[in-house]
């Protein structure tokens, strides 16, 4: 056990000197990858922030209007977009962060994006595109199913499920580490609603889910990677 400022723990990893776990879990699947338009390419109409701040509700129904491609790229560098990649070490980005860890992972059911076919995909945030993971027909009704049969997810246009990968948070503080990731699943979603509001879009953070259900369906094991949130993206009716 070691003395440090959280109290008397084990040591973390860095403190071992053991390397870092990579900043990004690898996407190796041969399926299709979709380049979205660069943050300095989206036009966004100004909102005031107090606005935005004032008027944050969460709205659960939504028009038939898909999203465009560059309305979906401007949430998600909102909510996980990679300012800076310093070392291979850590990542800047437009969310806090503890320690610049960014142990969140941005998985996307994709209902009415333009230019895009329904199905479940993966931001890639390191190089700002997306990756194909499921086109399956049933795909929106097991993510419903997933999450407790939720309507607002099978009408959606996008709904975002933010998984978490411990050990990048864990290699720098220890079993602390998970407490702090769920801090930053509550700066990533916020990040979501303000951002939503530029672009006429409402919000719906869900926390209901089935754990193993949705881990099962993201293909991933619950333990080194799993589900820690959701949120519902959709035109304002």
């Known amino acids: 056990m070691q003395r440090t400022e959280y109290g008397t723990?084990?040591?973390?990893?860095?403190?071992?000197?053991?390397?870092?776990?990579?900043?990004?879990?690898?996407?190796?699947?041969?399926?299709?990858?979709?380049?979205?338009?660069?943050?300095?390419?989206?036009?966004?109409?100004?909102?005031?922030?107090?606005?935005?701040i004032e008027q944050r509700e969460s709205v659960r129904n939504y028009a038939a209007e898909p999203l465009t491609l560059a309305e979906t790229a401007f949430l998600?560098?909102?909510?996980?977009?990679?300012?800076?990649?310093?070392?291979?070490?850590?990542t800047l980005r437009t969310v806090p962060s503890a320690g610049a860890r960014h142990a969140l992972e941005t998985y996307l059911l994709i209902n009415r994006v333009e230019d895009?076919?329904?199905?479940l995909?993966?931001?890639?945030?390191?190089?700002?595109?997306?990756?194909?993971?499921?086109?399956?027909?049933g795909i929106k009704r097991r993510v419903a199913a997933g999450c407790l049969n939720q309507p607002h997810i099978s009408d959606s246009a996008v709904t975002l499920l933010w998984t978490a990968v411990p050990d990048r948070m864990t290699w720098r503080y220890g079993?602390?580490?998970y407490r702090?990731?769920?801090?930053?699943?509550?700066?990533?979603?916020?990040?979501?609603?303000?951002a939503a509001s530029g672009?006429?879009?409402?919000?719906?953070?869900?926390g209901a889910?089935?754990?193993?259900?949705?881990?099962?369906?993201?293909?991933?094991?619950?333990?080194?990677?799993?589900?820690?949130?959701?949120?519902?993206?959709g035109k304002k009716p």
């Open 9 to 52: 723990q084990p040591p973390s990893d860095q403190m071992l000197g053991r390397p870092p776990p990579p900043l990004e879990v690898p996407y190796t699947k041969a399926k299709a990858v979709i380049p979205l338009p660069a943050p300095d390419d989206i036009a966004t109409p100004a909102v005031d922030l107090r606005d935005a």
């Open 76 to 90: 998600l560098w909102c909510t996980q977009g990679v300012r800076q990649a310093v070392d291979r070490m850590f």
């Open 116 to 119: 895009v076919p329904p199905g």
């Open 121 to 137: 995909y993966r931001y890639l945030a390191l190089e700002h595109r997306l990756a194909e993971e499921s086109r399956d027909p």
């Open 175 to 177: 079993e602390r580490g």
């Open 180 to 194: 702090y990731m769920h801090l930053d699943a509550g700066h990533v979603c916020q990040n979501l609603y303000l």
């Open 199 to 206: 672009v006429g879009c409402g919000v719906c953070a869900i």
């Open 209 to 233: 889910f089935d754990d193993a259900a949705m881990n099962r369906l993201l293909g991933i094991d619950g333990e080194r990677q799993f589900l820690i949130y959701a949120a519902t993206v």
